[in-house]
């Protein structure tokens, strides 16, 4: 049961991104986006699709918005169907601005012109720091092994990750449930758009949202890089008491559990 990792010129988490797929039990393989509009590659061989991080066509115009067009352009409706038949789709940092450009995320209609955006940083500059996210929704493919409010801690890095939308639309997440993350203080209080805990003014502290049908997933942090516990920047002395695994590997984890119980 293979997992679709998309690549493009200028990203740089692929391989981290299969590396914890494949600790998760199921096979993941790296595929440039060429391959997927020329037709060499059929989107429907996979059971998951996961756009990684980085910095896609130099982010040129603006973060995510050249690869999301080349996606557009000939894949658009393939993805909604991939979507519509329960398929997960997980977007982390550069994927979650390219399911936005798309309108894949929030993900309410087939209008894919973007109803909410990830903007520059307010602090105007790029943002690379371990942040602590509040789980704010566990009705979804990706986030079984949590509770809700549960802590996770993941390391951020972009620059233009601001969260926007307007009243109406921030509204609308919020009653469907379709915030997956937020950020907050270490003790898991709001972080109230408080830098650094917000690290780049997310209007009411949002890292991450979903859609209706909980099965597309786009966020700022970056699973893929806490995979194991020893890529936390501080753990226990006494490591045997530690699980092996960071908090990132729970939501590869879950993704991947999701499939085999319903694909397989």
């Not at 080349?70 to 940092?93: A, Q």
């Not at 502290?205 to 909980?214: L, R, S, T, V």
């Amino acid at each position: 049961m293979n997992i679709l990792v998309i690549r493009a010129p200028g990203t740089n988490c692929d391989v981290e991104t299969v590396r914890g797929i494949k600790e998760c039990g199921l096979n993941a393989i790296t595929v440039h986006t060429d391959k997927l509009l020329e037709g060499s590659i059929d989107l429907f061989e996979f059971y998951a699709l996961v756009i990684p991080g980085g910095f896609s066509y130099g982010d040129s115009v603006r973060a995510g918005a050249i690869w999301a067009a080349k996606l557009n352009s000939k894949l658009l409706n393939s993805l909604r169907d991939f979507i519509d038949d329960g398929r997960p789709v997980l977007g982390i940092c550069n994927g979650f601005q390219v399911l936005v450009e798309l309108g894949l995320l929030p993900g309410w209609n087939d209008n894919s012109t973007p109803s909410v955006a990830l903007a520059p940083n307010i602090s105007g500059k790029f943002e690379c720091r371990w942040i602590n996210l509040r789980v704010a929704n566990v009705n979804n493919v990706f986030l079984r092994y949590f509770s809700k409010n549960s802590i996770l801690r993941l390391p951020i890095a972009h620059s233009e990750g601001r969260f926007i939308a307007s009243k109406n639309i921030l509204s609308i997440l919020e009653k469907n449930g379709q915030i997956a993350f937020k950020y907050c203080l270490p003790n898991g209080k709001p972080a109230d758009m408080l830098y650094p805990f917000n690290p780049n003014g997310s209007i009411m502290d949002i890292a991450g949202i979903m859609n209706p049908a909980g099965n597309v997933l786009g966020l700022m942090p970056h699973p893929e890089r806490a995979v194991y516990f020893w890529q936390l920047p501080t753990f226990p002395s006494n490591i045997a008491a530690k699980t092996y695994f960071g908090d990132g590997y729970w939501i590869f984890k879950s993704m991947c559990d999701y499939i085999i119980e319903h694909f397989q």
